[in-house]
């Protein structure tokens, strides 16, 4: 149905806008799908994922890999982050046109000097805050969106300092309106985002080869947990998993956290690739292979 993208700068009240926005939903009559995604939703710490440009730029690609998975048309998706890059607020325009959704910006309009204090109250009550660096780092690179910009439109503006905000907010009664009319021929003030061809395509071979390397990842990782428990800790050699693919030989014992961490390197890794060579494996046994020898070489 829609993707919802939130923005503003740390403690301006986003995560609070969230949910006033799905609970304003849940009491339409219609009772639309609303899921929320954050970094919370992820277990992620706002300053470890803040701390650094790589690290922001890996929270950034999970937000969105999460997104790209979720929309459909049966769904209101509500982006719970900074989302404070006009590129990347693209990037997520870009993901609702692909899926053929509506889309808008939720814009948190507080002063600097009030998120400020917000954070430091967050702090002083032990509740999840930023580190000074980080936050004066983050409110500098904001980039306020501008609803002459088709990716920061419709933008619905809320002033939670000012005004508080409720899900009886004007804003939040204007943008339900928004996301849940109906639209017909005649209808004009509300845009749905209609995709090409060639994203329809590409769409559509990129999440099969996703689904392939995660089922196919996810059963070498399962196997060989189960090896080794069998093992009793020891080493595996010569774990087989079916004619025309490589064994697995591990000399030592390797945790689960640790495959799940190599498990989401190599998908990454593969999808980085495949922006500049061939595409992601679509068939599992590919995978697997793939897989296989990335671990044996890791391990």
Not at 239 to 246: A, C, D, I, Q
Request: glycine share 4%; with cysteine; charged share 30%.
């Amino acid at each position: 149905m829609a993707l919802v993208v939130i923005c503003g700068q740390p403690c301006s009240g986003k995560s609070k806008a969230a949910l006033c926005l799905a609970e304003a939903l849940k009491d339409i009559e219609s009772k639309p799908t609303v899921r929320i995604i954050d970094e919370t939703s992820f277990h992620l710490d706002r300053n470890q994922s803040y701390a650094e440009m790589t690290s922001e730029k890996n929270l950034r690609g999970v937000l969105r890999s999460e997104v790209d998975r979720s929309l459909s048309k049966d769904n209101i998706i509500i982006v719970d982050s900074l989302n404070s890059i006009k590129g990347y607020r693209y990037e997520l325009w870009c993901l609702a046109r692909a899926a053929g959704t509506r889309h808008c910006v939720l814009f948190c309009d507080v002063e600097e000097t009030h998120c400020r204090d917000w954070n430091k109250e967050r702090r002083e009550k032990d509740e999840p805050a930023y580190d000074d660096r980080i936050f004066e780092d983050l409110v500098r690179r904001f980039e306020r969106p501008d609803s002459r910009n088709r990716w920061d439109s419709p933008l619905f503006e809320l002033w939670p300092f000012k005004d508080g905000m409720e899900k009886s907010s004007p804003a939040i009664l204007d943008l339900v309106s928004y996301l849940t009319k109906k639209v017909d021929s005649k209808t004009k003030d509300i845009k749905i985002l209609q995709p090409t061809i060639a994203t329809q395509s590409a769409r559509f071979s990129e999440a099969n080869s996703l689904y392939e390397m995660d089922k196919a990842t996810q059963e070498v990782t399962s196997a060989i947990v189960e090896a080794q428990s069998l093992a009793m800790g020891g080493p595996v050699t010569g774990l087989s998993f079916g004619p025309n693919l490589p064994t697995i030989n591990i000399s030592r014992s390797v945790g689960l956290p640790e495959l799940r961490r190599l498990r989401k390197t190599f998908i990454k890794l593969t999808g980085q690739s495949s922006l500049s060579g061939p595409p992601p494996p679509s068939d599992a046994d590919s995978a697997k292979r793939m897989f296989i020898d990335y671990l044996n070489r890791e391990i």
